[in-house]
């Protein structure tokens, strides 16, 4: 109906414009004035029409109108004026619903904004240095909910009941000052760490128990981190993986395709012409080593240098992880503080061993860089891949041999054992947090300084991002370490990640330029989050596991004291819901489900199908894409080209 009354109109106006060879009008049989009224008739049909349809139907009337833009914004403005106009109260209530509905979750969107934390900071970033440095700081940022989300359940739910309750303290320790460092002292005799808590039912209807608490608080935030580094990996590696494969990645694509239209600061723009040019040149350097083999003697020297690089990392790795053992089993430097906790000395023994740790990984990785420089690796994405591998296997070997040290060594000489590993991992992150500040000032600051007024050569240094984003994977591994034997951990790690993205920001505008080769920053990125995932929070995970299900836990401190195992706890409470027939259902559940082999064996295989078949449909999608895109090349081939022999075709009769 509604194309009728256009099409109708429309041909009452080519009448009225373009009469046929200079006739009047009244040979058509209509006046001017007769078809502007037949033209203004068939547009208040049209109006009418409009006004008594609802709002997404007329909506996607309006749009459908083959008429040009500005035509329909008239035809629109009209049917608003003649909605306005109307006194009476329209009959569809539906329709108010849905337009308050809509009102208001607009309204939500616009508020939501303002309470994201940082988003113009991180959009003043990107447009200042694109989205290879952008990349880093939302990695901060969404570090920081990980930790601000285990502030808060782990305050809610095992703190305050503490608090309320009165903290387990034997004795009390005046503040000097030296704990801030330390963590031990007046620290020792808070709900900071393990101790500081016990086991008992608090008193309420119902009742509280504070064991159950403190195990299922820190068993449910562990499964949810797990749940969301697995879902974002997935989707990280379907969309930067999967779909980025092919002839669209190529120089082609980089070349029409790639620019970062985020970026509006004039220095970025020239930064970002820069990157665009080297990722080309690495794109035909690819190309070209793809071509031009190596001779048997050229593999020969490079497979050396190669092996040669891999035994000097590998060695300083284990060298490294051998002195920090070796320095912490010393009991005259371990312990001493447990047995004389009133001598100052003996508690700033207690800062060597962080310290040294804080000084291997800020030296090592440099040592890591000039081994590199041995290395004849002509594509710089494998060079960054390979100096990330290694950095990680330094960070890894340090933090194994520290959980093997707390797990073996510190159980059998420490009576509080559980807040001595809590306060192990505070002064682990105290110094990683001043260690980071120290790089800041010498290795950003004093870099810009030498290399634009001294030796200018050098130039700006570039933000290593790389580098920066494993230093806050190493200090989130520590935090999920910790969140056992240090509840409040996250308290430290969020205002730690909040100093970090300020003096980042500041570094970051007045000492560092981007990245040269920052090519395919996406495809790092999920690197970055399967890092993240594997070795740092399974490894995690494996010692807080083994910890809850193989330990015996203090018997002088701690929720857990007197039992076997912490995981005890969850026998106890299914003994004493055994009886009862309103709660009999879960100690069946318990008993007969959650213990028994063939659940977790049907569950495992469960997971495997369905593993399996997203396998399968990311197959199926992968192939899909090829085909269209092969396709695409076929039809760009049977497309009839310009001839420049055109003038040989015509017939010669012409």
């Known amino acids: 109906m509604l194309r009728q009354i256009y099409d109708q109109s429309s041909r009452m106006r080519r009448m009225s414009v373009f009469p046929q060879h200079g006739a009047a009008l009244g040979h058509l049989g209509l006046s001017a004035n007769e078809i502007r009224q037949e033209v203004e008739n068939n547009t208040s049909e049209l109006v009418s029409d409009l006004v008594n349809q609802s709002a997404r139907a007329r909506f996607q009337a309006i749009r459908s109108l083959p008429m040009p833009f500005s035509e329909r914004k008239i035809i629109r403005n009209r049917v608003n004026s003649v909605k306005q106009s109307k006194t009476i109260i329209p009959t569809n209530c539906g329709q108010q619903v849905s337009r308050s509905f809509r009102r208001f979750r607009a309204g939500l969107a616009s508020a939501r904004q303002y309470l994201i934390i940082w988003h113009d900071t991180l959009k003043d970033i990107g447009g200042r240095f694109g989205t290879s440095v952008l990349s880093y700081f939302l990695f901060l940022k969404w570090l920081l909910k990980f930790n601000l989300f285990s502030l808060i359940i782990n305050f809610c739910f095992i703190t305050i009941p503490q608090i309320v309750h009165a903290p387990n303290i034997s004795s009390v320790t005046g503040f000097r000052g030296l704990e801030l460092l330390t963590g031990v002292g007046y620290f020792n005799q808070t709900v900071l760490y393990y101790g500081g808590y016990n086991g008992e039912v608090i008193v309420s209807k119902p009742g509280y128990n504070m064991q159950l608490a403190y195990f299922f608080t820190i068993a449910a935030y562990l499964v949810l981190c797990g749940v969301s580094l697995i879902y974002s990996m997935s989707r990280s590696f379907q969309k930067n993986f999967v779909l980025d494969t092919g002839p669209v990645s190529g120089g082609a694509w980089r070349l029409l395709c790639s620019w970062d239209f985020s970026v509006v600061n004039e220095k970025a723009i020239q930064y970002n012409k820069n990157n665009l040019a080297i990722q080309l040149k690495e794109s035909l350097s690819e190309r070209l080593q793809e071509k031009n083999k190596m001779d048997l003697s050229d593999r020969i020297k ?65 040592l890591y860089s000039l081994i590199s420089k041995i290395e004849s690796y002509s594509n710089p994405r494998a060079k960054i891949y390979i100096s990330i591998v290694r950095n990680v296997i330094l960070k890894m070997s340090i933090l194994g041999i520290l959980c093997f040290y707390w797990l073996d060594f510190v159980p059998n000489s420490v009576s509080c054992w559980e807040s001595f590993v809590g306060q192990s991992v505070y002064r682990l992150l105290i110094f990683d947090f001043i260690f980071c500040l120290i790089g800041i000032f010498y290795g950003e600051f004093l870099l810009n300084v030498i290399g634009t007024r001294c030796i200018q050569s050098l130039g700006v240094p570039e933000f290593d991002i790389a580098r920066n984003v494993l230093d806050l994977i190493y200090a989130q591994t520590l935090a999920w370490i910790g969140i056992y034997f240090s509840p409040l951990l996250p308290v430290m790690q969020v205002l730690k990640l909040f100093i970090i993205f300020y003096l980042k920001k500041i570094s970051l505008s007045m000492n560092c330029q981007p990245p040269k080769h920052s090519g395919r920053a996406a495809q790092i990125q999920t690197v970055f989050i399967a890092l993240l995932f594997f070795p740092s929070f399974v490894g995690a995970l494996s010692m807080v596991a083994f910890t809850v299900w193989s330990l015996k836990p203090s018997s002088e401190c701690g929720p857990f004291q007197g039992l076997d195992t912490p995981f005890h706890t969850i026998f106890s409470w299914t003994a004493s819901i055994q009886g009862p027939s309103e709660t009999n259902w879960v100690w069946w559940i318990f008993e007969n489900i959650l213990r028994s082999e063939l659940f977790y064996y049907l569950i495992s295989l469960i997971i495997l199908v369905i593993t399996y078949f997203l396998w399968q449909i990311t197959e199926g999608r992968k192939q899909l894409i090829n085909t269209l895109r092969q396709q695409i090349v076929n039809d760009y081939d049977q497309t009839p080209h310009f001839n420049p022999n055109w003038m040989n075709t015509l017939p010669l009769d012409m």
């Not at 992880?321 to 430097?333: H, R, V």
């Open 302 to 366: 490079h497979l050396s240098l190669n092996v040669l690089a891999w035994l000097l990392s590998l060695g300083l790795a284990v060298g490294c992880s051998a002195g920090i053992y070796f320095l912490g089993t010393d009991p005259e430097l371990a312990f001493s503080f447990n047995h004389s906790p009133n001598d100052l000395t003996a508690e700033a023994s207690t800062l060597l061993l962080p310290v040294v740790v804080s000084i291997i990984n800020l030296i090592v990785p440099i």
